[in-house]
């Protein structure tokens, strides 16, 4: 089977009609494409020849153009005002990385052999989250075929992939891409993707690609020479000025992203998205674009089948998780779900006894994770400690458990530690075996960072590959941001924070698989392994039964229960004793699962973890 997305920009390779090729540059006085190689999809070194012709300027600042003898594997630029030669942003592949020239890519001469996935209904998800350069010593699409059919095995039935789309160098978390229409040569080229995509499929895994829709990073970035309008100061992110949602030239910006997600969709055969910081998206727009897009996926591919929108959104918003069912013009469909940051805060400092940061507004920690669990967030329109008093967070105990993606482990919350600690070199064992019981037994999909099955040793570092005086500005920017901790105050102690561009900071966030069979890590990887199959078995089966808006929590000193009512008039319960001394408790029906109880039936036992069912 083939598969390809016809992009309305870009290079457009037609086996009857040649290229065309499209780019959107309305500060441009000329475009030309200037093709390296001898039109027979040649790629030349230094000494091939270089062809230039002029595209010609269509409506809306739009330069195209068809040439009858670019073939795939042809490489070219585009060529601003005879003033600089830029990659093409809508490249399929740039195999000699942002500064380098795009290569035409047939996508119809890949083979599909999935035909029949449909993918898998939300409500079984299990979420592993990898990130392909430290995935294995490799760092390769390809290297990471093998490990899948053990994943299958373990219970995870998604991948989510950080963010492939290329960026500056070969090291990277990939959320400084410039070319999101790109897998990073680093990983391999566009058909190794697609190799390890249907991999996935034929062990039945769905894939979910981590995308970046609102900034682009430091280097490599050209937009804003000949289309300035790709960007705004009407709005400011973190990174810098806001990608332009609004108005006439917005809409140009916005089919940008759409034909993006479009494409991994359906040309890439992706199973969902994850958007990432959704609230660095400004878009006054009377729809905001992550509705419409999550209304463009609903309407096309969704139709067909099983396709997942995931949100990471400070704010909270629960109004991007449901329609909004009193505007006339509602869409009638949302995102999926949002990862849900309030899981993970609530119970590190139940496991780490850590307060800093933003820890500081999850002091009351028991009570907010039966908050959470019952209801979704923890913040529902509180103010925060942590932001200066400001109101966080939208109501949100109607929505379904399946809205809301827990964890204890992600790359951003191991990552974003100074020195890249993993949960279990912070937590005492039997505290974290509670919090992953609690992770991995409740209605809500769980999300496991990879190697966190088997307590992996290594850290996972925040590292790049910059050059020069960017580079320098990266090193001290992030030994800065830890000076606020009372163990970088001092200078000298901040130089131990691994510095970023370093390989090594690199290699020693690779992961050990010889280290999963052995000792402490097998005895991990059977608990989580028997975790999911008692979630695959005996939750994934009541979890389209759960009633929204109908469950309840009491915490009582460090005992906190919750109850999902279920449409059969069933109540599935969920118990936790967040202390060292056992609790008298009663039975609550049927027990399917107690974690650390000698007798169940009479105590909750010391950092103990029970699951019940029974009828109303």
Request: hydrophobic fraction near 40%.
């Amino acid at each position: 089977m083939k598969r390809h997305h016809a992009l309305p920009f870009g290079a457009e390779f037609n086996a009857t009609g040649g290229t065309r090729f499209a780019l959107w540059a309305p500060d441009a006085r000329s475009v030309a494409v200037v093709i390296e190689g001898d039109g027979a999809g040649t790629p030349g070194s230094s000494s091939t020849r270089r062809t230039t012709t002029a595209l010609q300027r269509l409506s809306d600042g739009v330069f195209a153009g068809t040439l009858a003898d670019v073939l795939p594997g042809l490489r070219y630029r585009f060529r601003i005002d005879d003033e600089i030669d830029v990659p093409d942003p809508a490249s399929r592949f740039n195999p000699q990385g942002v500064a380098g020239p795009s290569e035409v890519i047939d996508a119809a001469a890949f083979d599909w052999a999935d035909g029949s996935w449909r993918g898998r209904p939300w409500h079984e998800a299990v979420l592993y989250e990898l990130h392909i350069g430290t995935f294995t010593r490799q760092g390769t699409f390809a290297a990471a075929i093998p490990r899948l059919e053990d994943l299958a095995e373990l219970g995870v039935t998604c991948l989510e992939v950080l963010p492939v789309a290329t960026f500056p160098g070969v090291r990277g978390w990939g959320y400084d891409g410039v070319l999101p229409f790109a897998p990073h040569p680093a990983y391999g080229r566009p058909e190794d993707f697609k190799q390890l995509i249907a991999a996935a499929h034929r062990v039945g895994l769905s894939v979910v690609l981590d995308v970046v829709y609102n900034h682009f990073g430091p280097e490599g970035n050209y937009l804003h020479r000949y289309a300035r309008e790709f960007f705004t100061d009407r709005h400011h992110t973190p990174w810098g000025q806001a990608i332009n949602f609004e108005g006439a030239s917005g809409q140009q910006v916005r089919q940008f992203f759409i034909q993006n997600a479009l494409y991994w969709i359906n040309e890439y055969h992706l199973d969902g998205l994850r958007l990432d910081a959704i609230h660095a998206i400004k878009d006054d727009s009377r729809v905001h674009f992550v509705d419409e897009l999550a209304q463009t996926l609903a309407a096309g591919p969704a139709r067909d089948r099983h396709i997942h929108l995931i949100l990471e959104n400070y704010l909270n918003q629960a109004c991007r998780l449901r329609p909004h069912t009193t505007a006339p013009d509602a869409p009638s469909q949302l995102s999926r779900a949002q990862w849900n940051d309030d899981f993970h805060h609530a119970l590190h400092v139940i496991t780490t006894d850590e307060t800093d940061g933003y820890y500081i507004d999850y002091v009351d920690a028991v009570t907010l994770t039966g908050r959470i669990l019952a209801e979704g967030f923890a913040y529902q329109g509180e103010t925060s400690i942590f932001a200066g008093n400001a109101v966080r967070g939208e109501l949100s105990g109607e929505l379904p458990p399946t809205a809301f993606i827990n964890f204890l482990q992600n790359h951003d919350q191991i990552g974003n530690r100074a020195c890249g600690e993993r949960i279990a070199q912070l937590a005492p064992p039997e505290r974290l075996r509670a919090a992953l019981a609690i992770l991995l037994l409740a209605p809500q999909p769980p999300l496991l960072f990879m190697g966190e099955e088997y307590a992996a040793p290594q850290p996972f570092l925040y590292f790049c590959e910059y050059q020069g005086d960017l580079a320098t500005a990266i090193t001290n920017g992030r030994r800065g941001e830890f000076a606020q901790f009372r163990a970088f105050a001092d200078e000298q102690a901040r130089t131990r924070i691994p510095d970023p561009n370093a390989r090594d900071t690199f290699a020693r966030s690779q992961l050990q698989w010889e280290q999963r069979d052995a000792g402490a890590h097998q005895q991990w990887l059977q608990f989580t392994r028997n975790l999911l199959r008692l979630r695959r078995e005996r939750i994934v089966p009541l979890v389209p039964l759960i009633v929204a808006g109908a469950a309840k929590f009491t915490v009582q000193d460090r005992l906190l229960q919750v109850g999902w009512p279920l449409q059969d008039g069933r109540r599935l319960s969920l118990r936790a004793n967040f202390s060292a001394v056992p609790i008298a408790t009663a039975p609550a029906g049927h027990l399917v699962y107690a974690l650390a109880s000698d007798d169940a039936a009479t105590a909750t036992g010391a950092w103990d973890v029970q699951l019940w069912l029974s009828r109303s």
